[in-house]
């Protein structure tokens, strides 16, 4: 099968999802408690709401669509998460950072052609 | 002066944890799929196991980002990519071709120089 347009945005889509979910996990720690007030905290709840939908997102896309041009879209979530952790988190960004992510994506890219 | 929060080497050793639980899981989870033929069968013991073990990965995730930056533990969760490559050729049979191979290699590459890079 080729991989239908819609499928590739569908995984863009679901990349963005997963980059604020990740964020909000990260903010949702700060206040990490075994209790049932942080369980049911905004923060983790919106993270793990938008990391259902990322996943269901995942899922169509990746029925209709081949894993070596969907796959290292997926990747692509880090470079969302670094950006997004620069704005939300303060988090700096330096040149090994972003060697390693286009590493990982070149990686993930090779792991989509061998399936 | 501030103390810029860096990013501890015990936060990346849990997550190197939860990339072990999460791919685990997401075996058990595959093969719970597998297995699911009427509405009942969804019930079992593989799609159970496989909730769990992302649930106990959590909650670790949650600790390590308590010490660490979302920017440098998020991208060594795609160790997880490794394992399930692995577990899906002891598992279900799946073929390790050259690609796979060489995918591996790159991704350990590539999280390893975010490990450091992440310390700096």
């Keep these: ?115 | 002066m501030k103390i810029k929060s860096k990013t501890t080497i015990i936060a990346i050793f849990l997550v190197v944890i939860v990339t072990i639980l999460t791919s685990t899981g997401q075996i058990f989870i595959k093969q719970g799929l597998n297995l699911t033929y009427d509405f009942y069968s969804i019930l079992n013991i593989n799609l159970f196991s496989g909730m769990v073990l992302y649930g106990i990965g959590l909650v670790i995730m949650l600790l390590a980002l308590r010490q660490g930056e979302a920017s440098v533990l998020s991208p060594i969760l795609s160790l997880s990519y490794i394992w399930v490559v692995f577990l899906a050729f002891f598992v279900f049979g799946e073929i390790l071709n050259v690609y796979k191979i060489l995918g591996i290699l790159i991704i350990f590459f590539g999280v390893s120089l975010i490990g450091v890079g992440g310390r700096r």
């Design chain 1, 1 to 115: 099968m080729n991989t239908p347009l819609w499928t590739i945005f569908v995984v863009i889509f679901a990349t963005v999802f997963a980059a604020f979910a990740a964020v909000f996990l990260k903010k949702s720690s700060d206040n990490l408690a075994f209790n049932l007030k942080f369980f049911f905290s905004k923060t983790l709840i919106l993270s793990l709401v938008l990391y259902g939908i990322s996943t269901i997102f995942y899922f169509i896309a990746l029925k209709f669509g081949e894993l070596s041009i969907l796959y290292p879209m997926v990747a692509s979530v880090y470079i969302w998460i670094c950006l997004l952790s620069r704005k939300m988190l303060g988090e700096n960004m330096n040149f090994l950072k972003w060697v390693g992510i286009a590493f990982i994506i070149l990686g993930v890219t090779f792991l989509g052609l061998g399936a």
